[in-house]
């Protein structure tokens, strides 16, 4: 098998099993309620997260750890092996910038070994979709400079469309006015927004009830299709913060599409901090976002 593994960090959501059956390595996304700090070997339940959310405490979210990013890279490192992480986007935590001035380091320590970090430019599964990409590409023997060449082409073809049930936190977040969220709130206003190119997060528009937001992101998803480069066999993932039963109903009408290989997971602490309880997700191959 290929000389180098693949490293992600907790912000991809990744799902666990996947995790384990693939043996990768992540690099833990911190996250706070008051003085407690989570997401290393103290984590909280999604479920738990979101209803301590919804009882009104309000997390903070805070980047990787250069020490912890070192103790685990140099483990492989002296493994003899070399290392491909798959990073959360730059354009919207420091968490990318951090692991690659650790990698720089690194190689500078260990001159024999290779690490190559590729920005995602995305978040959630968004980020995650690659790593599966990866591992998919790592399993057909591809070398660590192919996987990474494959991944940079396709980048800006994995779009994310996501709605949030409140308002409240993108504005505490800064992503949308206050006015904005108290008379979106008042009126059943429902946002749709989405991933840039440039892994920044954009509205791209508003609906009227939950119902009618779930149904948005999958004609997005239409929008986006280019089935000539990417077909229905491609992986596509729904993401949601504890409301499993809209994210299985935008999964179902996915699957109502044709597509075969479609994945659930939860929007992890870190994450969930920033879009809050209700939040869901679609993400696919397709057109280019712009």
């Not at 290393?40 to 020490?67: C, I, V, W």
């Not at 420091?94 to 978040?123: H, Q, W």
């Not at 009227?208 to 999958?218: D, P």
Request: negative net charge.
């Amino acid at each position: 098998m290929a000389d180098y593994v693949i490293t992600t960090d907790s912000n991809s959501d990744v799902l666990p099993e996947f995790i384990k059956e693939n043996d990768l390595t992540i690099i833990p996304q911190y996250y706070s309620f008051g003085d407690t700090v989570y997401g290393d070997e103290l984590n909280m339940p999604p479920h738990e997260f979101y209803e301590t959310m919804r009882k009104g405490e309000l997390p903070k979210s805070q980047a990787n750890n250069p020490a912890v990013i070192r103790e685990k890279f140099e483990k492989i490192l002296k493994e003899g092996k070399n290392i491909l992480h798959i990073a959360f986007s730059s354009a919207l935590s420091g968490s990318c910038n951090n692991v690659v001035m650790t990698a720089n380091e690194l190689m500078e320590d260990y001159p024999d070994r290779k690490i190559m970090v590729f920005d995602s430019l995305n978040a959630s599964l968004g980020e995650g979709v690659s790593v599966y990409r990866a591992v998919e590409l790592w399993k057909e023997e591809k070398s660590m400079e192919e996987v990474y060449d494959i991944l940079m082409e396709e980048r800006d073809h994995v779009n994310v469309s996501f709605t949030v049930n409140d308002l409240y936190h993108l504005q505490r977040g800064g992503r949308v006015s206050k006015t904005t969220a108290v008379v979106g709130s008042l009126v059943n206003i429902k946002p749709i927004l989405a991933v840039t190119s440039t892994g920044e997060l954009k509205s791209d528009g508003t609906v009227r009830g939950r119902k009618k937001s779930l149904k948005t992101l999958v004609a997005r998803l239409e929008e986006s299709l280019d089935l000539d480069s990417y077909g229905k066999d491609r992986l596509v993932a729904v993401l949601h913060g504890d409301c499993i039963d809209d994210a299985k109903a935008v999964a179902d009408m996915v699957k109502e599409l044709g597509f075969t290989n479609v994945i659930i997971n939860d929007v992890s602490p870190s994450i969930g901090t920033h879009a809050g309880p209700g939040v869901v997700g679609l993400i696919n191959y397709g057109k280019k976002r712009k």
